[in-house]
DNA sequence: CTAATAGTGTCTATTAGACAGTATGTT
DNA sequence: AACATACTGTCTAATAGACACTATTAG
């Protein structure tokens, strides 16, 4: 067994081959925010979350919609490769990226083995300067719990995209889940399970740390941050309790929101520690 | 550049060496509760938890310890991985077993370019009917934290390792740290990053999951499971808020713990819901 | 008796939930 | 004035932290 007499000789004599080597990839969940407007004048526009999805021109999955993604390469830090994606999709620097997961079923993708690890990034999408890509395009989220099944609703000003997904319990000690696809017509790959495992993953941290800023603009009422994170955790918050407990997390400036047909409310920022 | 005109035809030609291949590998930081005996004959012997390690006989890193791990094989589920290698290195079937992280750092092996995705598996020592491999070991985890630093203590009987590992915030909206190893002649390849975000994720985990209850033979006293609370958490904890928080989870048995040198406790087993 | 842990009672401080009420812009 | 949201006051319920106390075994 041991041949070799030193780390140096192991290592020039190694043979790289001896296990079958596979492709990996990486898919980015960008969540931003963005506000459907409302025909009555005086209603606020209703703030939705929003995520970054590109219509496929080429097999496999063509003209279905995906997630920004592509393969890493072989000299590149697996964490480079949704930056380098990020850089190439936006302008902003700073991008809030955390990995999500990595998914490795056997036949998640029909042209080969392809493990792909994801990451969620968050954006203010008010910094994107420049116009999308053509096959690019963003997607209010909604999704519905009844029992066990989640449905998601993604829509932009052409298309409404649905799937299902069902909860299945991995173990009894904890809430972890398993999801399933039951439904999908639309989302390529198994984006789907990314979609479903992202929204997941920003419902929980929203509650405990401050993410949510990194979707926000610089400058935003209580009331429309309270619709961000009712959206998201999709369930009416009562105001004073809300504004007690995001009170530490921000600012008041002295700028005003005006012109809303209702009473004018007061910008905030976001207060780092 | 659509010059296929089905997907069928697309995957008949797809060239799979476009992208350079590369190998994937799988690191399982297994986690149970061990006790330690005390000389005082009074005292309660004390309970840590442990982390089972192995030591290589062969390069690279020969005679350093280091996780349960291989490689992923090319047909085979990510998840396959890890359960194919507990089944080897246990005889327990059921194995709390979940995704920790993926590393993918360029020069993280010495051989060549290795990916690996770290999972986590919490066991019942006391399950174990063989006896472990000779080159596989229990070590008691102790940490202590100092400022940003971290010091990592693994003892067994006959070895004691250290690391010392140094927090980096990552950003300023949650409370995310960059792991960087300052300090380490005893770990193999990366794996005290491995070690120390296993750490981290079963210390979050025990104070919102029942996730302990994986670690914990079928009979316990409330004694010995604050004691692992404690130990996990590296606190101290007050007696009756912890029973107050546990009580809901656990169900009184009328077996009774005696020959303690002290007043007996009654024993518990947990209740799942 | 003493050492050591088991186990309980209760006060207090903090926080979350609920609801009612006042304030102030636009049309 | 009517509408819609902004914003605040306060009661209540639930929970966490602290500490003091009692109970029961082995030796």
Redesign the pocket.
Known sequence: MNKYSSEEEFLKNYDSSVFQKLSMTTDIIIFSVSDEEVN?????NKKYFSVLLIKRDNYPFKDKWCLPGGFIKIDEELEEAPKRILANETNIHNIYLEQLYTFGGVDRDPRMRIVSTSYMALIDKNKLKDKLNDNASWFNVEYYENGNIISVRLTNKKEILTFKIKKVLKDLTTDRYKFEVIENNDIAFDHALVIISGIERLKNKIEYTDIVFNMMPKYF????L?QVYEVILNKKL????F???IASKVIKTDKIK?????????LYMYKSK
Chains 1, 2 share one sequence.
């Open positions: 009555n004048y005086r209603k606020l009422t209580l009331g429309e309270q009562l105001d004073p309790a504004r007690r407990i005006t012109g809303e047909g209702h009473r004018p409310s007061h």
